[in-house]
Nanobody, 120 residues
Framework: QVQVVESGGGLVQRGGSLRLSCKAIGILFWAYIGNWYRQTPGKQRELVARITSGGDIEYLDSVKGRFTISRDNTKNTVDLQMDNLEPDDTAVYYC??????????????WGQGTQVTVSA
């Protein structure tokens, strides 16, 4: 059974840093696209950062220069380093392992989410 497990959320002051880690169990994470999403109440889930198996990276415009996504294939993890955090970064962050090509009706493997709260 495949599991995706996030860790590292918490409460931090404006300007602080947090590192989120996502570990995949039951799949080789390097063969999947590693995505970090976030969601706040009443809003749609948005893609924050993505890393492909080939190392191509994309970021949400509002986090460019502050967040860094990386993968460690030896640990089967995809991490999100978040620096200079702002109150608008407050959300539940979700990790997603998505197949490299679209699969009808399958959005990938999702973690349970981890809360990040940034105080002003």
């Amino acid at each position: 059974q495949v599991q995706v497990v996030e860790s590292g959320g918490g409460l931090v002051q404006r300007g602080g840093s947090l590192r989120l880690s996502c570990k995949a169990i039951g799949i080789l994470f390097w063969a999947y696209i590693g995505n970090w999403y976030r969601q706040t109440p009443g809003k749609q889930r948005e893609l924050v950062a993505r890393i492909t198996s080939g190392g191509d990276i994309e970021y949400l415009d509002s986090v460019k220069g502050r967040f860094t996504i990386s993968r460690d294939n030896t640990k089967n993890t995809v991490d999100l380093q978040m620096d200079n955090l702002e109150p608008d970064d407050t959300a539940v962050y979700y990790c997603n392992a998505h197949p490299p090509r679209p699969v009808d009706g399958f959005s990938g493997y999702w973690g349970q989410g981890t809360q990040v709260t940034v105080s002003a």
